[in-house]
C-alpha cells in the first residue's frame, strides 16, 4: 500500500500539477512539497507527491555501487534532458 | 523508467550476490527484517531469498498497513455503509479484507454505498457532491498519512462539514522499538521502509543504534536491496549498529518537512492497536483535539477497537518474524488469496500472501 513511483511533472498550476508516471497522466496534489516545477522528478503516492526523486542521487548511487563492484557492471550514462 | 531499470542490473545482482556469500561468515545466521509490504512483495518477486544463502534469512514484518488494521475497525466502517448512515470511501486494498464479522465488500454487496478512492482527495471531491455524509478510512503508515493529513487540512479550509475522517493510522517506528524490545523476537537488522522514510526522513529510526540493532533505508529494485543486506552483514560483522541512508535518490536526511510539520499540527500519537500483535504505545495516528470535529468516530460514536484473531492463525508469529508463512499449519491449505483466514493473506502485500504467489509450485 506504501507503493510509490517516481513521475516527472509536466506541468504545475497552484499546488496542483500533472505528472507523467510511466508513460500514464495522472493528476498530482502538491501541497506537500515546495519548489518542484514542470521537469522535476516526484515521489507519487495515493495522488500526492511525497518527495522529490533526484535523479543526481540515483545516478550517483548507481556508480557508488559500480565501484564497489569493481566495474563489472556496464557504465551509467549522465542525466536525461528534460522536456 | 529507464532510470529506475539500471537498478535490475543482472550483473549487478550476482556480483551483489557473491560479495553477501563472502561477507556472511562471521555467525551461523543472520535475520533480517523487511517491514515494508512493497520490500515483502519485491524481495518474493525477484527470488532474492534464492540468491542468498540459507544462513541469511529475510522475514518479513508488520508492513502492509492493510493487514495490521483491526478487524474491528472494518466491521464498523463496513456497519457505517450498511446502516446507511454515511457513504465509505476507502482505498481499494481494503475493500475485501475480512473484519471479525464482515467487509466492505459484504456491506457493498447488502446495498451499502462503499466508493473506492485512489486519493484521499477524491474523498473531498465526493463530500461537495453527495448530499450526504461521507466517511474516508483514513488508514496506512506514515507514506500515506501525509496525503491523508492534507485532506484533514483542505477539508478544515474548505468547511466541507459533510466529511470525516475514521483514523487508524499506524507509525513504523513504534512497532521497530516493540520488537526489539520483544524478548521472543531475534533479529539482527531492519531493511528499512524506503517510502515511509521518504516523508520521515533518517532521524526517527535513531533510537535503533542504542539497541543495538542496525538499519537501512532502502528503495525497492534488487540492487537497491541486496545492497541493504551486504550493508547490514557488514553492521554485524563489525559489531555496529548504524541507521544508514542507501535510498538517497528519494530519502533526503530530514524527510518531508512540511508533512512533519502537518503531522504535528494535524494528528496526535495514540496507543494503537496492530491487527495480529497487539497494543503498541504511540504507535497510531489520530485526529488532533482541535480537529475532532472532523473525527468520524467522535461523530457516529464509533467504539474503541480491540485485537482479536481467527482460531488457528498464526498470523502474529509470522508478522514478528519469529516463522516464515509457509510454517502455519493453515498456510495454502486452509487459508489462500481467495479465501484468507488471516490478515497476512488478505491484501497482495501481505506476508503470507506474497509467499503464497511467489511459492514454488
Given at each position: 500500500m506504501?507503493?510509490s ?10 499546488s ?12 498530482v496534489?502538491?501541497?506537500l ?11 507519487v503516492?495515493?495522488?500526492?507527491a511525497?518527495?522529490?526523486?533526484d535523479?543526481?542521487?540515483a545516478?550517483?548511487?548507481?556508480r ?12 551509467v ?7 | 523508467?529507464q ?59 508488520p ?17 457505517l ?11 481499494g ?5 475480512p ?23 477524491e474523498?473531498l ?11 474516508f ?5 506514515e ?28 507509525r ?7 520488537l ?31 539497541r543495538?540493532?542496525p ?27 548504524d ?7 528519494a ?8 508533512a512533519?510539520?502537518l ?5 496526535t500519537a495514540?496507543d ?42 498464526q ?11 509457509q ?34 509450485s
Amino acid at each position: 500500500m506504501c507503493l510509490s513511483l517516481p513521475g516527472q511533472l509536466v506541468e504545475r498550476r497552484g499546488s496542483a500539477g500533472v505528472a507523467d508516471v510511466d508513460g500514464n497522466r495522472v493528476e498530482v496534489d502538491l501541497s506537500l512539497l515546495d519548489d518542484v516545477d514542470a521537469g522535476d522528478w516526484v515521489l507519487v503516492h495515493a495522488g500526492f507527491a511525497i518527495q522529490r526523486y533526484d535523479e543526481a542521487e540515483a545516478l550517483a548511487t548507481l556508480r557508488a555501487v559500480r565501484e564497489a563492484l569493481g566495474a563489472a557492471a556496464e557504465p551509467v550514462p549522465g542525466p536525461h534532458p528534460r522536456p | 523508467m529507464q532510470l529506475q531499470n539500471r537498478f535490475r542490473d543482472p550483473t549487478l545482482v550476482r556480483e551483489l550476490a557473491g560479495r553477501i556469500r563472502a561477507a556472511a561468515s562471521h555467525r551461523e545466521t543472520y535475520t533480517f527484517m523487511e517491514v515494508c509490504g512493497t520490500h515483502t512483495q519485491a524481495i518474493a518477486r525477484w527470488g532474492l531469498r534464492e540468491l542468498l544463502p540459507d544462513h541469511v534469512r529475510l522475514v518479513s514484518g508488520p508492513g502492509c498497513p492493510v493487514c495490521v488494521t483491526p478487524g474491528g475497525y472494518i466491521d464498523q466502517a463496513a456497519r457505517l455503509a450498511m446502516d446507511g448512515d454515511a457513504v465509505v470511501a476507502t482505498f481499494g486494498d481494503l475493500l475485501r479484507v475480512p473484519g471479525d464479522t464482515t467487509s466492505l465488500e459484504a456491506a457493498r454487496t447488502a446495498g451499502g454505498d462503499v466508493r473506492v478512492v485512489y486519493a484521499p482527495t477524491e474523498a473531498l471531491a465526493l463530500a461537495r457532491k453527495l448530499d450526504r455524509e461521507v466517511v474516508f478510512l483514513a488508514i496506512g503508515f506514515e507514506t500515506t498519512a501525509a496525503g491523508n493529513a492534507a485532506a484533514v487540512r483542505a477539508a478544515r479550509e474548505a468547511n466541507l462539514t459533510g466529511l470525516s475522517f475514521y483514523a487508524a493510522m499506524r507509525r513504523v517506528p513504534p512497532v521497530l522499538d516493540a520488537l526489539v524490545r520483544d524478548p521472543q523476537v531475534r533479529l539482527d537488522g531492519f531493511l528499512l521502509p524506503g517510502h515511509v522514510s521518504a516523508v520521515l526522513g533518517r532521524g526517527p529510526y535513531r533510537f535503533l543504534e542504542e539497541r543495538g540493532v542496525p538499519g537501512v533505508i532502502v528503495g525497492f529494485e534488487p540492487v537497491d536491496i541486496l545492497r541493504g543486506v551486504e550493508a547490514l552483514l557488514g553492521a554485524v560483522n563489525r559489531g555496529a549498529a548504524d541507521v544508514e541512508n542507501l535510498y538517497p535518490r528519494a530519502v533526503p536526511e530530514a524527510g518531508n518537512p512540511q508533512a512533519l510539520a502537518l503531522f504535528d499540527r494535524v494528528f496526535t500519537a495514540e496507543d494503537a492497536v496492530w491487527r495480529g500483535i497487539g497494543e503498541i504505545p504511540g504507535s497510531g495516528y489520530g485526529l488532533a483535539q482541535d480537529w475532532r470535529d472532523l473525527d468520524a468516530a467522535a461523530r457516529f460514536g464509533l467504539g474503541p477497537l480491540q485485537a482479536r484473531m481467527p482460531a488457528g492463525c498464526q498470523c502474529a508469529p509470522v508478522l514478528k518474524g519469529m516463522i516464515l508463512p509457509q510454517e502455519c499449519p493453515l498456510f495454502a491449505t486452509a487459508c489462500t488469496p481467495e479465501h484468507p483466514v488471516g490478515p497476512c493473506m488478505v491484501s497482495r502485500e501481505g506476508s503470507c500472501a506474497a509467499h503464497y504467489r511467489y511459492r514454488a509450485s
